[in-house]
């Protein structure tokens, strides 16, 4: 396999698809060598397989606003790869939703839910709708008509959505009820985030965040660095960056920024409990805006117009959207003598920012691997709701933890350089890819 070779004809097909294509890239690129071990791989055309989805379900999703207006947006299911089970992927909510941003994220879907060790397939899903601005009753009825398009091609032994970008336990509860109403079955694994009280998993709105800090623990320990006492900065308020705050503070960190698409509150002191919980109101508003934090809270000053990398850190977490973090963020950050940045968001930096990390010799970890806890813990919940049964918190903490040590053992078993330092990219690249491809192999020419 020679990954410039196909590469050059995935651009030829999707030369629009920036996203897809840049995630494919990355992946090829470090799985080329390993690949050219296994003539099996070559002959059975795994890569050229791998590369492209099962299937993609695109729809009309129609509804009403609260004016009376008829409301048109598109939905998509993008059913990437099934070789170790169901598919398993977030849906996402946003106005820049695209086939490329949802193929790039089914891709990388694919491999982060393998090096779980669990065993499902990778998918991804979503709308153009923008929640930003929306009332509660315009979501819920955007999500009923999305639900009954969709209702007929997922399951919970055949495709199990969970949250994203712009859908949080909120939205999986107006899907899950729409999808009950439909399918008349109830008590189902089907969507995963699901409240406490109707099927979701302890822990599940923190797993993403919690998961990414157990894992960039272990990532500094190795290196002989402590989690605690650092300074951390922060993009997004949503789920995911509201987790991340949480643990990284409970585990001695300080979280000193925190930021939105309107700029960045800077909080030298660090972010209180108080501060921490108002990031889901922020989130709830639909207003999208981190600026009213600095209104509320004494001793937070809001920079308009600037991102989180701007503010002097140790640790740089991007857990908002892809290629949030770019180049010339990536040289303020060394500038400002930043030492580690976990991508928390999926593909969370520009190639040119990874380079730059990577030339640096600073540690870096990418999304697949950093941010597996939260697929991790709906994994757990589809486990639950298969044994009609929920486990205490601890139990959940105890697995997730597990699980994210053995996704960063296995990314220091296939990323480890010949001066002993880590290629985590490299390393999750090749330890998802290899589970996958295996599987394929194994199960014949589908």
């Known amino acids: 396999m020679k990954a410039a070779e196909i590469m050059a004809r995935l651009e030829q097909k999707y030369g629009h698809e920036k996203e897809y294509l840049q995630a494919v890239h990355e992946v090829l690129e470090s799985i080329e060598e390993v690949y050219n071990q296994h003539p099996e791989f070559e002959k059975a055309k795994i890569v050229e397989r791998i590369v492209e989805p099962d299937r993609i379900f695109t729809f009309r999703v129609t509804w009403v606003d609260d004016n009376g207006n008829v409301q048109t947006n598109l939905g998509y299911r993008v059913q990437f790869?099934?070789?170790?089970?169901?598919?398993?992927?977030?849906?996402?909510?946003?106005?820049?939703?695209?086939?490329?941003?949802?193929?790039?994220?089914?891709f990388e879907q694919t491999f982060k839910n393998a090096l779980t060790t669990l065993p499902m397939g990778g998918a991804k899903g979503g709308s153009d709708f923008d929640p930003v601005g929306k009332s509660d009753a315009e979501i819920m009825r955007f999500c009923q008509a999305f639900m009954l398009e969709l209702w007929n091609c997922i399951g919970p032994e055949q495709d199990v959505p969970a949250g994203d970008v712009g859908v949080g336990g909120r939205e999986i509860g107006y899907l899950y009820g729409m999808y009950t109403k439909l399918a008349r079955r109830y008590n189902v694994g089907v969507l995963t985030?699901?409240?406490?009280?109707?099927?979701?998993?302890?822990?599940?709105?923190?797993?993403?965040?919690?998961?990414?800090?157990y894992f960039t623990e272990h990532v500094l320990n190795r290196a002989g660095k402590q989690l605690a006492g650092s300074?951390?900065?922060?993009?997004?308020?949503?789920?995911?960056?509201?987790?991340?705050?949480?643990?990284?503070t409970a585990l001695g960190a300080k979280?000193?920024?925190?930021?939105?698409?309107?700029?960045?509150c800077h909080v030298p002191a660090g972010l209180t409990n108080e501060m921490i919980d108002y990031m889901l109101v922020l989130r709830a508003s639909n207003n999208n805006v981190v600026a009213p934090m600095a209104e509320k809270f004494e001793g937070v000053t809001f920079i308009p117009g600037k991102k989180a990398w701007?503010?002097?850190?140790?640790?740089?977490?991007?857990?908002?959207?892809?290629?949030?973090?770019?180049?010339?963020?990536?040289?303020?950050?060394?500038?400002?003598?930043?030492?580690?940045?976990?991508?928390?968001?999926?593909?969370?930096?520009?190639?040119?920012?990874?380079?730059?990390?990577?030339?640096?010799?600073?540690?870096?970890?990418?999304?697949?691997?950093?941010?597996a806890g939260g697929v991790a813990t709906s994994g757990l919940e589809m486990t639950q709701n298969a044994m009609h049964i929920s486990w205490?918190?601890?139990?959940?903490?105890?697995?997730?933890?597990?699980?994210?040590?053995?996704?960063?053992?296995?990314c220091v078993k296939y990323g480890q350089r010949p001066d002993g330092t880590v290629d985590y990219v490299k390393g999750a690249n090749i330890a998802g890819f290899m589970k996958v491809a295996q599987a394929m192999l194994e199960q014949g020419t589908i």
């Not at 979280?255 to 960045?264: E, K, L, Q, R």
């Open 81 to 106: 790869n099934s070789a170790i089970g169901p598919y398993k992927g977030g849906l996402r909510f946003h106005k820049a939703v695209t086939p490329s941003m949802l193929k790039f994220l089914g």
């Open 193 to 213: 985030g699901k409240g406490a009280n109707w099927g979701g998993s302890i822990l599940r709105p923190e797993a993403t965040g919690y998961g990414a800090l």
């Open 231 to 248: 300074t951390i900065a922060i993009s997004g308020f949503g789920n995911v960056a509201w987790g991340a705050a949480q643990k990284a």
């Open 255 to 264: 979280v000193i920024a925190v930021s939105g698409p309107d700029g960045v």
């Open 310 to 371: 701007s503010i002097k850190c140790d640790i740089a977490l991007p857990c908002a959207f892809q290629n949030e973090l770019n180049g010339d963020d990536a040289k303020e950050l060394l500038a400002n003598g930043t030492w580690c940045c976990c991508e928390v968001s999926n593909m969370g930096c520009t190639p040119e920012a990874i380079k730059a990390f990577q030339d640096a010799g600073i540690l870096f970890a990418p999304g697949k691997a950093v941010n």
């Open 392 to 410: 205490a918190g601890k139990e959940v903490d105890e697995k997730l933890h597990f699980i994210m040590e053995s996704i960063h053992e296995a």
